[in-house]
């Protein structure tokens, strides 16, 4: 059996002169056309010598490469788990062996284009003889005539396609040669698949299924006709644009079938009766056309693949060549095996589209990676492929290409900044660190920093808070917004977006200080990567999509190499993760709680526009995003389905706890059913960055309202209690602090306030009590209200020996108000003498 077109390696390119035998046949081949050349030639004296027609005529076909240029294999790519997702074409071309083209479709092709051709030797003579007379007598070859299968294939392959009479006996040359070499089957196999049918159809198969939608084997006698006739020009007979030009010529080629008697009349009647209508375009039907297309823009983005240094050598290597380009060698053919397992991808989407059921409402998109070795396992985006955006289709991936803000998710990040860098006056930052929590927090920035231009940055907590001060892990796994503008604040938006950087976000970030909450635009893919860094403890995995490249001998030209990087130190990082672990057991992840190790964070982005759950377990790392899929548009009462309950379910507003935590633990769940129970590493030296530092009591001296000088306290990382007392100061100062201003002391220590209350002080009861005591407590009220008070003492004649030597009367008395540097008479008892 001769092998098929698909399958003949492309032979060495050769320039074998033609033997004298094919030489004296190809002459009596011209024989033929004789007359038509003398009548051309009528002008040349004496018609010159032979040698001099056979130098203008007859073509250097010895030096032709006569093969059949390579269709261009398909590219296969290929799942994890060796499913076959789908091709890699600019073209879709699908070549078929001749043995599986039904004999309606080969004689409808002989009737539209060669009827004879079983029987000639693959020349048209009396077309050559046709163009010979045309030139004599127009000096114009356009029209000339028809040409056999076998001469098409010459002038699309092999020859250039200029009107010419040379061309016209060149291809005549080239055609009897092609016939000496190739059987008829193989003529005909390769010339119904490289022929270009519109619509970006190479091949017949190919057009029957942009046009029909169907195999070729499925194709009725009117379908099949009307799919060939593009052939001779797909621009004219559009068959979806133009079908008054389409429908005359497939009716004419269903009369030439029943002249052949390949079908009956009354076949061919209700052939042309039949309307048109070829199905729409459709563009992707492959399983997941967002790894396929994802796939594709990575190889051909770098020459790491071993495809090429050039983007157009890539793209060869990839596609393969053209049918009409004669100079491209090879291409296609390639198998890619990318590391999505299609397993979790089909369930993955299964869960998004069953969930996120309205197609004018929010969506969703998966992201996992293993954390082993960087693997993508899931890209998933919970909307259909395509460019019916009505229909809920749309031609990008939001897990890997949608950017959001990330909200709270992004604070891990910031705290893997903190804990590093500390603050930007030299001071350690640990979880043990204390913040004010109270919200809303106006935060101090120096300089314009929020998004009105103030210098004043007002930060709210989701819910509410006791307005005193928390513990930075504590901030972590309750999503205390304003604990994380106080980090951002302290270490420096610059070092959150190198630390972002570091961990695996490839997005560009600004460097704001509402960085730490999420403000900057991150994808759910690169946003895996960087909690893989913190399932790893500090250890960043390179993230790739990429497994392995095969040619089409099977030879490996490209296989992925695990790269493994140190970027944090994994104590830092394993103190970090501990706290998220909290997230999901005590923190606002509870829903996500898979009962296995695993750590996470929610996140909600302003105005319930964004949430997210990030989520991660020793083996895998999983990105969950919920929002619409064409912007940021509040996600405020609004229904989708639980997939679990198998009920419609209703949210006032979206928070990623509670919508993107779910569809997680769904997921995970599936994935983890037969996975391993393990632990996350526990590094040692984690319990340092749980050490409370110590602060210093602020001056509060300057301040003179009461909430002021709490909130200055407690930005301090401190407790505070105040006391209003009578003072001779003018109300709210500053009395007394203990322990005093500058002091240095451990962070969530308790600090005392005494400010003036407005009243004037009164003087305490001193009677009863020694004079040193008495005078003790002078010194003190002087301390505590600021009354400067001066004091004289008097004796005073008692007769009760108990009282010798004590107050015995206050001038003024107990209670009295008490001016500024007033003076007071004690009076102190003695034995008359």
């Not at 994808?523 to 403890?537: F, G």
């Amino acid at each position: 059996m001769e092998p098929s077109i698909q399958q003949v390696e492309r032979r060495e390119r050769r320039g074998k002169r033609l033997t004298s035998a094919a030489l004296l046949a190809t002459t009596a081949v011209l024989a033929s056309t004789w007359l038509g050349l003398f009548l051309f030639l009528g002008s040349n004296a004496a018609f010159g010598t032979f040698k001099t027609v056979e130098d203008q005529y007859f073509c250097d076909y010895q030096n032709l490469a006569l093969d059949f240029p390579d269709l261009g294999r398909l590219s296969e790519v290929y799942t994890q788990d060796n499913v076959l997702l789908g091709t890699l074409t600019e073209r879709n071309s699908q070549p078929v062996p001749l043995s599986e083209v039904p004999e309606l479709v080969i004689n409808t092709i002989l009737s539209a284009e060669d009827a004879d051709f079983y029987n000639h030797n693959g020349i048209d003579y009396a077309s050559i003889l046709r163009s010979a007379l045309t030139v004599a007598t127009t000096g114009d070859l356009d029209g000339g005539g028809g040409s056999t299968i076998t001469q098409q294939t010459v002038k699309k392959n092999f020859l250039t396609d200029e009107l010419t009479l040379e061309r016209k006996v060149c291809e005549a040359l080239v055609a009897g040669e092609l016939e000496r070499r190739y059987t008829k089957d193989q003529i005909l196999e390769f010339y119904l698949n490289f022929n270009f049918y519109g619509e970006n159809a190479y091949g017949i198969a190919a057009a029957s299924q942009e046009y029909y939608g169907k195999p070729l084997s499925q194709l009725s006698i009117a379908e099949a006709a009307a799919i060939v006739t593009p052939i001779r020009n797909p621009s004219l007979y559009n068959l979806r644009d133009k079908p008054e030009y389409v429908i005359p010529a497939r009716d004419r080629i269903i009369d030439e079938m029943v002249d052949n008697g390949f079908i009956t009349e009354a076949e061919g009647r209700d052939a042309k009766a039949e309307p048109l209508n070829p199905v729409p375009h459709k563009g992707f039907d492959e399983i997941s056309p967002r790894v396929i297309i994802a796939a594709r823009e990575e190889v051909l983005s770098s020459p790491k693949y071993g495809l090429g240094e050039t983007y157009t050598e890539r793209k060869t290597a990839m596609f393969g060549c053209a049918a009409s380009d004669v100079e491209c060698e090879g291409g296609g053919g390639l198998k890619i095996f990318v590391t999505v397992n299609d397993k979790m991808q089909q369930e993955a989407n299964r869960i998004l589209l069953s969930t996120f059921r309205d197609t004018t409402g929010p969506t969703g998109a998966i992201a996992m990676i293993d954390n082993a070795t960087g693997a993508v396992r899931v890209m998933s985006s919970g909307l259909a492929f395509g460019e019916n955006f009505e229909a809920g289709e749309r031609n990008y991936d939001l897990a890997r290409e949608g950017r959001r803000q990330a909200g709270s998710a992004f604070k891990p990040i910031a705290l893997l900044a903190a804990l590093e860098k500390g603050s930007k006056d030299g001071r350690p930052i640990t979880l043990g660190s204390y913040f004010a929590d109270k919200s809303p927090l106006d935060i101090e920035c120096g300089s314009p920093c929020a998004s009105n231009g103030s210098s004043t940055w007002t930060v709210r907590n989701a819910g509410t808070s006791g307005g005193g001060i928390r513990t930075l892990e504590r901030g972590t796994y309750s999503s205390t917004n304003t604990v994380y503008a106080q980090v951002s604040l302290q270490v420096g938006p610059e070092n959150i977006v190198e630390m972002a950087h570091r961990v695996g976000i490839k997005s560009p970030l600004n460097p704001v200080l509402s960085i730490a909450l999420g403000v900057e635009s991150v994808s759910p893919l690169e946003m895996a990567s960087a909690y893989s860094t913190i399932a790893n403890t500090g250890e960043k995995v390179e993230t790739y999509l990429i497994e392995r490249i095969e040619d089409v001998d099977g030879n490996v030209i490209y296989q992925h190499e695990v790269k493994r990087e140190r970027v944090l130190d994994a104590a830092l990082v394993g103190a970090a993760r501990q706290a998220m672990e909290k997230v999901v057991s005590i923190g606002t992840a509870r829903r996500a709680d898979i009962g296995r190790p695993q750590a996470g964070k929610t996140g909600t982005a302003q105005n319930f526009r964004d949430v997210w759950f990030m989520g991660m377990i020793p083996q895998y790392t999983t990105a969950v995003w919920v929002g619409y899929p064409d912007g940021q548009v509040e996600m405020e009462k609004f229904t989708i389905f639980n997939d679990v309950t198998q009920e419609p379910q209703f949210y006032t507003r979206a928070y990623g706890g509670t919508v993107a935590a779910p569809i997680w633990k769904q997921f995970m769940l599936w994935v983890t059913e037969d996975l391993p129970v393990e632990d996350f590493f526990r590094p040692e030296g984690t319990a340092a960055y749980y050490k409370t530092p110590d602060t210093e009591v602020p001056d509060i001296s300057e301040l003179t309202d009461e909430q002021e000088i709490i909130d200055a306290i407690h930005l301090a990382g401190l407790n505070v209690e105040v006391t209003t007392i009578p003072s001779v100061e003018e109300e709210g100062t500053v009395l007394l602090t203990e322990p005093e201003i500058g002091t240095t002391v451990r962070q969530g220590s308790s600090v005392t306030v005494n400010i003036a209350s407005g009243e004037l002080p009164t003087l305490p009861n001193l009677t009863g009590i020694t004079l040193a005591d008495a005078i003790a407590a002078l010194e003190a009220f002087n301390e505590e209200t600021g009354a400067a008070v001066t004091w004289t003492v008097q004796d005073f004649v008692v007769g009760d020996p108990i009282a010798v030597g004590k107050v015995v009367v206050t001038n003024p008395a107990p209670g009295g108000e008490i001016q500024f540097e007033q003076a007071i008479t004690l009076f102190v008892g003695v034995f008359e003498e």
